[in-house]
C-alpha cells in the first residue's frame, strides 16, 4: 500500500470495525464491566461514547464547510438494554456512513486539527474516524481479554494518520530541533522533524536504526505497525516497541502540548 486509503476503501473499513466493535459488546458478560485502557468508562460508556461522537460527525458534516461542529444531543440517549443498544450503535455508524458517502471526500468540513497536515475535508474526516473506531474496537476487545491485532491496512495508514493530524503543527517545538523516526516491520517508516517552525510528518525512506544512515534521526522506535499505532494511542507502553537512540525524546514527545 503506497499511498493513503481510498474512500470507498475508508468506508468498507469503517464499517468492518464498528461489526467488530459491537462483536465484542455482544459476548461480553456485562455492559458494566471496567475498560482498562480507558479505565473510568465501563464497556456501556464507551459503546455511548462511540455512538455520540459518530452521530456527532455525522452531523458536522451534513452542516457542510461553513458549519462549526455540531452535537448529537439532538438524537436518541444511548438505552441501557443490550440488544437496543447494539441497535443504536449500529445506527450511529449507519449515520455517519450516509453523511460521509453523501458529501464526498472532497468537500470542506469543520475539524480540530486546522494547523496540522491533514486537510479539512470530508475524506480526512473518514480517515481519522476509521482510527477513532479501530482503537476503540481493540478497547472493547481488551475488556473480554481477547485483543485482536488491528487489521494490516489499517494499522499502516494508522501511523501515517495519527503523524501528520494528532503529532504535526505550526506550534514551536520547546526543546532542543530533532527528527524521530519510526519503523514498521511491515516495511514502511516515517520520520517526525520537530523544530522551532512545528511539527512535520514525511515518508522516510530509510529504516535504519537512530543515528544510523546518511540522514540519522536522533530516536527511533520499531514494531508492527499495529503495535506502532497502539503506543501512538497510549494503548499499549512505549517499551513494547524496539527503541534506539535518545529515548527521552519519546517522553519528552508524549508531554508535549502544543496548544498550550
Known amino acids: 500500500m503506497e499511498e493513503t486509503l481510498?474512500?470507498?476503501?475508508?468506508?468498507r473499513l469503517i464499517d468492518e470495525r464498528s461489526t467488530a466493535f459491537r462483536a465484542a459488546v455482544a459476548s461480553a458478560p456485562s455492559l458494566d464491566v471496567r475498560v482498562p485502557t480507558c479505565p473510568e468508562w465501563t464497556?456501556?460508556?464507551?459503546?455511548?461514547?462511540?455512538g455520540e461522537g459518530r452521530r456527532s460527525w455525522a452531523a458536522t458534516i451534513a452542516a457542510g464547510p461553513a458549519a462549526a461542529a455540531k452535537s448529537a444531543s439532538e438524537g436518541p440517549a444511548a438505552p441501557r438494554e443490550r440488544e437496543a443498544l447494539l441497535a443504536w450503535s449500529a445506527a450511529s455508524t449507519q449515520e455517519l456512513l450516509d453523511a460521509l458517502r453523501e458529501a464526498g471526500p472532497d468537500r470542506g468540513?469543520?475539524?480540530w486539527w486546522g494547523t496540522s497536515q491533514s486537510p479539512q475535508t470530508c475524506g480526512a474526516v473518514a480517515r481519522h474516524q476509521l482510527q477513532e473506531i479501530a482503537v476503540h474496537t481493540y478497547d472493547a476487545q481488551l475488556t473480554l481479554g481477547a485483543p485482536q491485532p488491528l487489521p494490516d491496512e489499517v494499522a499502516l495508514d494508522g501511523v501515517d494518520e495519527f503523524l501528520s493530524t494528532c503529532c504535526a503543527t505550526t506550534s514551536a517545538w520547546p526543546h532542543k530541533p530533532a527528527a524521530v523516526d519510526f519503523h514498521a516491520t511491515e516495511g514502511r517508516s516515517w520520520r517526525?522533524?520537530?523544530?522551532?517552525?512545528?511539527?512535520?510528518?514525511?515518508?522516510?525512506p530509510i529504516a535504519t536504526a537512530a543515528g544510523e544512515g546518511p540522514d540519522p534521526a536522533a530516536a527511533s522506535a520499531r514494531g508492527t505497525a499495529g503495535e506502532v499505532v497502539l503506543v501512538l494511542y497510549d494503548r499499549i507502553p512505549i517499551d513494547s516497541l524496539q527503541?534506539?537512540?535518545d529515548r527521552r525524546l519519546f517522553d519528552l514527545l508524549r508531554a508535549w502540548n502544543p496548544d498550550e
Request: hydrophobic share 45%; aromatic share 10%; proline share 3%.
Open 43 to 50: 464497556l456501556f460508556d464507551l459503546t455511548r461514547h462511540l
Open 192 to 204: 517526525l522533524s520537530l523544530a522551532a517552525n512545528g511539527a512535520r510528518a514525511t515518508r522516510h
Open 243 to 245: 527503541l534506539d537512540g
Open 109 to 111: 468540513c469543520w475539524t
Open 6 to 11: 481510498e474512500f470507498p476503501d475508508l468506508l
